[in-house]
């Protein structure tokens, strides 16, 4: 049985969910077609995605066409919820991209295209609303290879566009073969010897829309149907099966986490190459495992990585989840029993993980528990919500008894405060949004306290150097002591502790791009008094080690000196060119920079990078100074250092060693030795 992982990709109100209604109801896994408006989809299940009429959460469905099993993921297409769409690019074997066919290429169609190309998905494009007054063609048409800088090949025409008659006629035509000829030596030699056929186009077609060469554009209406029987022959003929093979060492990625009506966990997963059964035992996690690779029953897990035991399985059929004993490779499946599992987890041997494809969260806020709402259940709350979506970033101030959660807009901050209203009944609200600042050493400085020598209260040496790193380096620990110069424990109870400390430098903010060297290390070998056992007070412990790195790494910070890093977007706004004289002192008072300006086939365009504190309040205000023609695109692009106003700084949530009394106090219960 052939399989393809197909996701569904769009910027927000593209038509995206009523796309894939239709093409539930085209294939007859539905009877009635779901309406967002009337918050009926078969995808968006959430009542809060309902409600709103946006897609918060990816979700799974499948249906067969022509003895092909498709598993649908439908995606939000809101640039808050971009972390969810990461997850699910990982494991699709193919992908429509829909556009709309009023509103053209938007900003997040940008970004989602330069992503399904760098991953080599192959991707059809799926113009949608041709039936909307307003709608284009050509126009949308240029733009897709123009901004998308892809090479397209329109799949047919259209006729009494912009009308409710609007139809796709299909029929590639001379443009078509162009594109493909200009990738295909052999096809261009057919064509001038006159020995091309329909056959040898189709071939080349399907050849170079796999190799992501081509993106063939289909041209159509989800709510009346218009163009979906051919996009569904181009996902049936033009998009690869699903490989991997069933007998195969197992590997697999988990792509979403869920809490089932019990509050047990439910893992969404992609099998790429193995068999999983029910009972079996599974590694879990992203460290290397023993190369044994499989389900295991018996063995323990590899070290690094946790185990557990899949409980039951669920596989996606005719538009349903089905019960099933086992999944094979090229599967989506749902696990149960996997009690300790996280989004991002591979199942048995590891893949190659891809690095972020999308910028990290640049935005933070203090969540406020509302009168009556217990602090405790909503800290399980906000640790719920952050196994669905690991990026959310919680944060615990025990001191001031806060927590903070890391995000990408205000849309999803209005979103976590639903949910939490709606799913767990808590009462929140939020503090105002600020940046995501980080530090970076502004030199080199060293610090070494040594065992049994004043003021160090530990029986442990540790000495170490801190550098800067070239920017987007992060943080590397290295040693320059031998490495049998004292238990490995000790060595990971230093390099641990020093990460750890790291998350909060002498300002608060997480210290990235730095090379931390230890330089010295020393420590108290077992001993004990004559006749008795192991005495703690004599010897060595991790806890020596965990309790003097802090102090050690934070006097060499100091010594180097920190300088703090504000996220800055890079921008693009396209707007009529006679607004510009009034986006100009807007944009320079947001401390916007602009770098290059221009036009481009009549609208004004200018590009430059701005604080991400400050891209909501300019998006908010551009429709009012561009007479709501202005086009704004924004996504995070670097760390600059800050050069206005205070340094900011964050409170810290550590037991503070940059006040050495007060760490004591609350490590060892005293200020000294």
């Known amino acids: 049985m052939h399989l393809l992982n197909l996701g569904i990709l769009a910027h927000v109100d593209a038509g995206k ?28 299940t959430l009542a809060l995605e309902r409600r709103r009429g946006i897609t918060i959460k990816s979700a799974v469905v499948s249906f067969a066409v022509d003895g092909m099993t498709v598993n649908l993921i439908d995606t939000p297409g809101h640039p808050d919820f971009i972390a969810e769409v990461e997850r699910v690019l990982g494991v699709l074997d193919g992908a429509v991209l829909v556009v709309s066919a009023v509103e053209g290429v938007q900003a997040q169609t940008r970004v989602l295209m330069r992503t399904l190309r760098r991953l080599g998905i192959p991707t059809l494009v799926f113009v949608n609303k041709i039936d909307r007054r307003g709608a284009r063609y050509e126009g949308v048409l240029r733009a897709i290879a123009g901004r998308l800088s892809a090479a397209v090949v329109p799949m047919g025409t259209t006729e009494a566009l912009g009308t409710s008659a609007a139809r796709f006629v299909p029929g590639p035509g001379p443009a078509a073969l162009d594109v493909l000829a200009d990738r295909d030596d052999a096809l261009l030699t057919a064509y001038v010897e006159g020995t091309l056929t329909g056959e040898r186009i189709g071939a080349a077609l399907a050849a170079q829309t796999a190799e992501c060469l081509v993106h063939p554009v289909y041209f159509g209406s989800a709510a009346t149907g218009a163009g979906v029987d051919e996009l569904v022959a181009g996902i049936r003929t033009l998009l690869p099966a699903a490989g991997g093979d069933p007998g195969g060492p197992l590997s697999g990625t988990v792509f979403k986490v869920e809490r089932g009506p019990a509050g047990e966990k439910v893992a969404y997963a992609r099998i790429f190459s193995g068999t999983l059964r029910v009972r079996d035992r599974v590694p879990l996690g992203e460290e290397s495992g023993d190369g044994q690779g499989g389900a295991r029953r018996e063995r323990g897990a590899a070290p690094g990585r946790s185990e557990g035991r899949v409980t039951g399985i669920s596989v996606f059929e005719d538009g349903d989840d089905v019960r099933a004993d086992t999944v094979q490779a090229g599967r989506i499946a749902r696990l149960w029993g996997l009690t300790g599992v996280r989004i991002g987890d591979a199942l048995g041997e590891p893949r190659k993980r891809e690095a972020h494809l999308f910028a990290p969260p640049t935005l933070e806020t203090v969540v406020v528990a509302g009168p009556g709402t217990d602090r405790r259940a909503l800290h399980l709350a906000l640790t719920r919500l952050a196994e669905q979506d690991p990026l959310i970033g919680l944060r615990h101030d025990e001191v ?162 920190t300088r703090v890093y504000e996220p800055m977007h890079r921008f693009r706004v396209e707007a009529p060119a006679d607004t510009l004289g009034s986006l100009l002192p807007v944009l320079a008072a947001s401390r916007a920079v602009p770098r290059t300006a221009g036009t481009r086939d009549g609208p004004g365009l200018l590009e430059g990078v701005v604080p991400a504190a400050l891209v909501h309040g300019l998006e908010q205000r551009l429709p009012g100074l561009t007479r709501g023609e202005g086009e704004w695109e924004s996504a995070f692009d670097h760390y600059a250092p800050v050069v ?30």
């Open 17 to 44: 969910t009523s796309l894939t209604e239709r093409l539930l109801h085209t294939v007859g896994v539905t009877d009635e077609i779901g309406r967002v408006d009337d918050g009926t989809t078969r995808t968006d």
């Open 400 to 561: 001031r008894r806060e927590i903070s959660v890391s995000l990408y807009g205000e849309v999803q901050k209005e979103v976590v405060q639903a949910t939490l209203a709606e799913e767990f009944g808590l009462r929140v609200s939020f503090r105002r949004t600020t940046p995501l600042c980080v530090e970076r050493p502004a030199g080199t400085g060293a610090a070494v306290e040594v065992i049994k020598q004043h003021p160090n209260p530990f029986l442990a040496t540790v000495g170490l150097r801190v550098e800067p790193a070239p920017p987007g380096a992060g943080v590397d620990f290295r040693l320059e002591v031998e490495l049998g110069a004292m238990p490995y424990a000790f060595f990971k109870a230093v390099e641990d502790t020093v990460r750890e400390t790291l998350g909060q430098g002498l300002h608060g903010w997480q210290v990235t791009d730095c090379t931390v060297a230890m330089t010295h290390c020393g420590y108290s070998p077992r001993q004990s008094h004559a006749h008795q056992g192991f005495d703690k007070s004599m010897s060595s412990t991790g806890a020596d080690f965990r309790g003097l790195t802090p102090l050690v790494l934070t006097e060499a910070l100091r010594r180097a000196g």
């Open 644 to 673: 206005h106003g205070a340094v900011p700084e964050r409170p810290r949530t550590d037991r503070n060693p940059l006040d050495r009394k007060e760490y004591l106090l609350n490590v060892t219960g005293r200020t000294g030795n």
